[in-house]
C-alpha cells in the first residue's frame, strides 16, 4: 500500500525551530519529486515546498524561502522539513504529497496523487 | 506571482449537475488538477492533466480546460460529493499554484 505518514508537529513559540519528517512506504520513494502543503485552521491549501528526485532542486513559496529547507534521504525513504524562525501565521496542519511531474505533450505538468494525513504545527507564545 | 480564483460556494441539488470554476491568466497554456477535500481529512486528486480521473474516481467527475477557465463537472451530484475543492496548476515563476478553494454543498 502506498503510503506517507508524517510526525514532528507540535507547538513551539514564535522564532522558534521544528523538524518535520515524513516516512515514505508502497513506491519508489527515489522516484518520485516530493512536496509539502500546509493549511492554516480553516483555510485553503498552500504550497510550501518541493524537492527533485536527487534533491538537486528544490522551490519554496515566497514567505517560507531562507527560514525553511526540504530535504530528503533515498536510504530511509523519508522527507523532511526543517522550519526556523518559526511565525504565527506558520501554524497549519502541514500534509507531505507525492507528485507526478513531466512534460505532456506541449506542457509541463506538476500535481500530487498521494498525500499523508499531515501533522499539526502551532506556533504560539 | 501566478494567481487561481475559484468562487467560495457553489450549492447544487442531490442528482443535478455541479461545476466548479478555477479562473487564471491563459490558463490552458497549463495543466489544471483539482483535488477534493472532506472535513478532517487529506486532499484527494480528482482530476490531473485537465482531464484525466485517476483510478477509483467516479466517473461523474469530468473536467475541462479553456482559455482562462478550468471546470470541474460533478454530473449526478451525491451526498458524498460534499467537500471543498481545489484546482492547482504550475507556474514556472511561481511554482504550484492553488485556488483559494470552492465549498460544494449538495442540499
Known amino acids: 500500500e502506498v503510503q506517507l505518514v508524517e510526525s514532528g508537529g507540535g507547538l513551539v513559540q514564535p522564532g522558534g525551530s521544528l523538524r518535520l519528517s515524513c516516512a515514505a512506504s508502497g513506491f519508489t520513494f527515489s522516484n518520485s519529486w516530493m512536496s509539502w502543503v500546509r493549511q492554516a485552521p480553516g483555510k485553503g491549501l498552500e504550497w510550501v515546498a518541493n524537492i527533485k528526485q536527487d534533491g538537486s532542486e528544490k522551490y519554496y513559496v515566497d514567505s517560507v524561502r531562507g527560514r525553511f529547507t526540504i530535504s530528503r534521504d533515498s536510504a530511509k525513504n523519508s522527507l523532511y522539513l526543517q522550519m526556523n524562525s518559526l511565525r504565527v501565521e506558520d501554524t497549519a496542519v502541514y500534509y507531505c504529497?507525492?507528485?507526478?511531474?513531466?512534460?505532456?505533450?506541449?506542457?509541463?505538468?506538476?500535481?500530487?496523487?498521494?498525500w499523508g494525513k499531515g501533522t499539526t504545527v502551532t506556533v504560539s507564545s | 506571482s501566478y494567481e487561481l480564483t475559484q468562487p467560495p460556494s457553489v450549492s447544487v441539488s442531490p442528482g443535478q449537475t455541479a461545476s466548479i470554476t478555477c479562473s487564471g491568466d491563459?490558463?490552458?497554456?497549463?495543466?489544471a488538477c483539482w483535488y477534493q477535500q472532506k472535513p478532517g481529512q487529506s486532499p484527494v486528486l480528482v482530476i490531473y492533466q485537465d482531464t484525466k480521473r485517476p483510478s477509483g474516481i467516479p466517473e461523474r467527475f469530468s473536467a475541462s480546460n479553456s482559455g482562462n477557465t478550468a471546470t470541474l463537472t460533478i454530473s449526478g451530484t451525491q451526498p458524498m460529493d460534499e467537500a471543498d475543492y481545489y484546482c492547482q496548476a504550475w507556474d514556472y515563476s511561481t511554482g504550484v499554484v492553488f485556488g483559494g478553494g470552492t465549498k460544494l454543498t449538495v442540499l
Open positions: 491563459k490558463l490552458d497554456d497549463k495543466y
Open positions: 504529497a507525492r507528485a507526478q511531474s513531466g512534460y505532456y505533450t506541449r506542457y509541463y505538468y506538476y500535481y500530487m496523487d498521494v
